[in-house]
């Protein structure tokens, strides 16, 4: 018998979760980000659910090479760009769309020697400050890169710090058309965030990424249950064993959890090198036996313990759901104080994968 941790990831929530987006944005083409090897679900395994996007969005050079390898034709966005003049030779032979952030960028396209032009998203930096021209600079570096021949089709790209909080997008947008100003082209903004919830951002090609997983861009699962968005990956195991505490008797390393009464506690073949946080706190919810619970003490490296007081039926070989289907992500990553994003992507590869496609 397999140690009995698994994920399971729906292709049919991929492919919905992609019409509703298509939904919210019935004019923009849509780029599905895939970087960080598909958020943790696996480019591989999932990008065939999603071929009916207009294009793939990530940032690694073998994550591009592997959706090319696989058979994807279609185009391929280097969200930061190529990170040596070397690389275009490698954006050429795949046929790769690229990010221009910096004037290094621009100068190593003028020097390149490339079969046919390659597609540029001019970077502007909006107020995030990691990548991106500022939007005075923006016109300057639109025009040199129209003069070269290696440039074909040029859109003008940012990216939203806040599209998820109540401060919104107007300032970055101000930016944006500042910079854009004597531009006339394709423009590409909006985020995840931004697709739900600016639609004053969607333009000509939006870029969700974490709702394509049915994880919700703000870390509140409440703002995405009503959209239909569905998750992805479903993280499961059992119970391997079950101990009967009394009263003083304390769980896992540390000792950090002590029984205050008579208590049922569950273990679980789940542990932090499967992906799931060492830091999640005593009270962290999981799904038993269909009922939620929570985690009671430490996480350790291959196991966590749960409270069965909820769950009395509950006993050696119990179904249990970490994330997924029962119990959102972003609950989980609520009581973590991080995002579904971070959760989802650290799956660790030890931890089985299946398909299905319901
Ligand atoms: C990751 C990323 C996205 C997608 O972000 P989500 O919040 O997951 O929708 C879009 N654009 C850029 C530049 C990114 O790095």
């Avoid at 058979?71 to 032979?93: I, K, N, R, S, Y």
């Avoid at 396209?109 to 046919?116: E, K, R």
């Avoid at 070269?148 to 300032?171: C, I, N, P, R, Y």
């Avoid at 009581?335 to 994968?353: D, F, I």
Wanted: glycine residues 10%; hydrophobic residues 40%.
């Amino acid at each position: 018998m397999p140690r009995p941790i698994s994920a399971t990831l729906s292709l049919s929530a991929l492919t919905q979760n992609l019409n509703i987006i298509r939904g919210f944005a019935p004019e923009s083409k849509v780029w599905t980000v895939v970087k960080a090897n598909g958020y943790g679900h696996g480019i591989s395994r999932i990008w065939r659910s999603l071929s009916s996007t207009d294009g793939f969005a990530l940032l690694d050079f073998k994550e591009a090479i592997l959706l090319r390898e696989s058979g994807w034709q279609g185009p391929v966005l280097l969200l930061e760009g190529f990170f040596t003049a070397e690389d275009l030779v490698t954006v050429d032979q795949y046929r790769l769309t690229t990010a221009v952030h910096s004037d290094w960028q621009i100068k190593a396209l003028a020097q390149a020697q490339l079969s046919q032009p390659v597609d540029v998203y001019l970077k502007v930096n909006s107020g995030m400050n990691r990548l991106g021209f500022s939007p005075e600079h923006a016109g300057t570096a639109w025009q040199q890169l129209r003069e070269l021949k290696q440039v074909g089709e040029l859109t003008l790209m940012s990216h939203f710090a806040t599209a998820d909080s109540v401060e919104g997008v107007d300032a970055q947008m101000a930016a944006v058309n500042l910079a854009g100003q004597d531009i006339s082209g394709p423009r590409c903004l909006a985020n995840s965030a931004a697709t739900l919830w600016h639609p004053q951002t969607h333009h000509d090609w939006i870029r969700p990424g974490i709702i394509i997983y049915g994880a919700s861009p703000s870390g509140e699962w409440k703002d995405i249950a009503h959209t239909g968005l569905q998750p992805v990956m479903t993280l499961k195991s059992e119970l391997i064993a079950v101990q009967e505490l009394k009263a003083g008797d304390r769980v896992g390393y540390g000792g950090r959890y002590q029984a205050s009464g008579p208590q049922r506690v569950g273990v679980v073949a789940c542990g932090y090198a499967d992906g799931y946080p060492r830091h999640a706190p005593t009270g962290t919810p999981v799904w038993v036996d269909g009922i939620v619970t929570t985690t009671v003490g430490t996480v350790s490296m291959d196991m966590l313990t749960v409270d069965l007081t909820p769950c009395p039926h509950a006993a050696i070989g119990s179904p249990v759901e970490l994330w997924g289907n029962h119990l959102p992500v972003d609950d989980v990553a609520t009581a973590c104080g991080t995002l579904g994003y971070e959760l989802l992507s650290a799956l660790s590869p030890r931890v089985p994968v299946s398909v299905t496609d319901h």
